[in-house]
C-alpha cells in the first residue's frame, strides 16, 4: 500500500535556527514528490515537485531534495512568516492514476 | 496570479441534506480534482475528473457523491444525504494540460453537518 510518513509532526525553531523536515514515502513507482505549504484556514499552497533521486529544488529559504526513499525540506534561517503546516505528497505509478497521497504533515512554528 | 476559487467558504447543513460545493478551477487547467481533510486527520483524495467525465474515484466516493462540470468555468461537488462524517474541509484542486503538473488548491469549504 501507498504510504507517505513525515516527520517531526511538529517543530518549535527560533527565527534564524536551520531545522529540516522529513517525508519517507513507499510506493509502488514514484511519479512525482511533491512539497506544499498549508496556512490555518487554507488550502495547500504548491511549493515543489521532485521527479528523481538526487534531485534538488529551491526557493527562498526554502529546500527540497529526494532520494530513493525520502525527501527532505530544508529550511535556512527561518523567519516568522515560515510558520506553516508543511505537507508531502506523492504520486504513483498506478494505471492512470494522478492522485495526490498525503502525509499528515509537519507543522512548523518560528519564534522571533 | 490565477487562483482555484471555492465557494461557500463554509457551508452549514442539517444531515440528511443535500449540498453543492462549487469550485472556479485556473481558467486553463484541464484536470480537476476534489480532496477531503477531516479535523486533525490527513488531505485525502476523492475524485479525478478529465474531458467532462471521471478519471479515478476513492473508495470514499460512493453513490453518495457526485461531480460535474455544468459550464466552462465552474466544477461542482454534490453530495446528497448527508450524514455527520461528511463533515470536513473540502479542497477543489486544477491541473494544466498534462497531468503531470502539479496541482494547485481552493482554499476550500468547510462543511458542518449538524
Known amino acids: 500500500e501507498d504510504q507517505v510518513t513525515q516527520s517531526p509532526e511538529a517543530l518549535r525553531l527560533q527565527e534564524g535556527e536551520s531545522s529540516s523536515l522529513n517525508c519517507s514515502y513507499t510506493?509502488?513507482?514514484?511519479?512525482?514528490l511533491f512539497w506544499y505549504r498549508q496556512d490555518p484556514g487554507k488550502g495547500p499552497e504548491f511549493l515543489f515537485t521532485?521527479?528523481?533521486a538526487g534531485e534538488e529544488k529551491e526557493k527562498e529559504r526554502l529546500k527540497a531534495t529526494l532520494t530513493k526513499k525520502e525527501s527532505f525540506l530544508h529550511i535556512t534561517a527561518p523567519k516568522p512568516e515560515d510558520s506553516a503546516t508543511y505537507l508531502c505528497a506523492v504520486r504513483n505509478y498506478g494505471g492512470a492514476t494522478n492522485k495526490l497521497i498525503f502525509g499528515t504533515g509537519t507543522l512548523l512554528a518560528v519564534q522571533p | 496570479e490565477p487562483e482555484v476559487t471555492q465557494t461557500p467558504s463554509h457551508q452549514v447543513t442539517q444531515m440528511g441534506q443535500e449540498v453543492i460545493l462549487r469550485c472556479v478551477p485556473i481558467?486553463?487547467?484541464?484536470?480537476f480534482y476534489w480532496y477531503r481533510q477531516i479535523l486533525g486527520q490527513k488531505v485525502e483524495f476523492l475524485v479525478s475528473f478529465y474531458n467532462n467525465e471521471i478519471s479515478e474515484k476513492s473508495e470514499i466516493f460512493d453513490d453518495q457523491f457526485s461531480v460535474e462540470r455544468p459550464d466552462g468555468s465552474n466544477f461542482t461537488l454534490k453530495i446528497r444525504s448527508t450524514k455527520l462524517e461528511d463533515s470536513a474541509m473540502y479542497f477543489c484542486?486544477?491541473?494544466?494540460?498534462?497531468?503531470?503538473?502539479?496541482?494547485?488548491f481552493g482554499d476550500g469549504t468547510r462543511l458542518s453537518i449538524l
Open positions: 510506493v509502488s513507482g514514484l511519479r512525482g
Open positions: 484542486a486544477s491541473s494544466g494540460t498534462v497531468p503531470e503538473q502539479p496541482q494547485h
Open positions: 521532485l521527479y528523481s
Open positions: 481558467s486553463n487547467h484541464l484536470y
